[in-house]
């Protein structure tokens, strides 16, 4: 499979299952979108034994009240095809495509190849990724003021 992404000029495979996205590789998928009713949401595959639940997924949905608090951005786990994906790119309201792992920051996907579908993203803003990024990474490194920092004084 690696080989074969390669060869197509990809970095890493998105695993499917019946044509619902799980995972890549080594990383949890997030999808920034708009719904058809015109919400922002950030949709992750639910965690059905078939992916690996990651700690910067579970962070990231741990910290849904406070993301849709400051970004307007609803945090949604459910199972989601790649026509789904494949129809928001083409009526765009597809946004951004990332994943994350406990052993790496965030990472934007520019490129997405289905069968004869190619969805480019390389031209799409960053900004929601790299929001969460250093969110993250703010409070990973202890230097906000956050329910989950303890200090130690």
């Avoid at 690696?2 to 949890?28: C, H, P, Q």
């Avoid at 997030?30 to 962070?59: A, H, M």
């Amino acid at each position: 499979m690696m080989v074969d992404a390669r060869s197509n000029g990809f970095d890493d495979v998105l695993w499917l299952m019946d044509d619902y996205i799980k995972e890549m590789t080594v990383l949890n998928v997030f999808i920034l979108w708009k719904s058809r009713y015109g919400q922002f949401e950030l949709v992750t595959p639910p965690n059905d034994t078939c992916i690996f639940n990651g700690t910067v997924r579970q962070s990231i949905i741990d910290l849904k009240d406070e993301i849709e608090r400051e970004k307007g951005v609803k945090i949604i786990e459910r199972q989601i095809s790649i026509h789904e994906i494949i129809n928001a790119y083409k009526e765009e309201r597809l946004f951004e495509f990332f994943g994350g792992a406990t052993s790496s920051n965030i990472q934007s996907i520019s490129r997405i190849g289905y069968k004869d579908e190619t969805i480019d993203l390389t031209e799409k803003s960053k900004a929601f990724s790299k929001y969460l990024n250093d969110k993250l990474t703010t409070i990973m490194s202890g230097s906000a003021d956050h329910p989950w920092i303890t200090s130690l004084n």
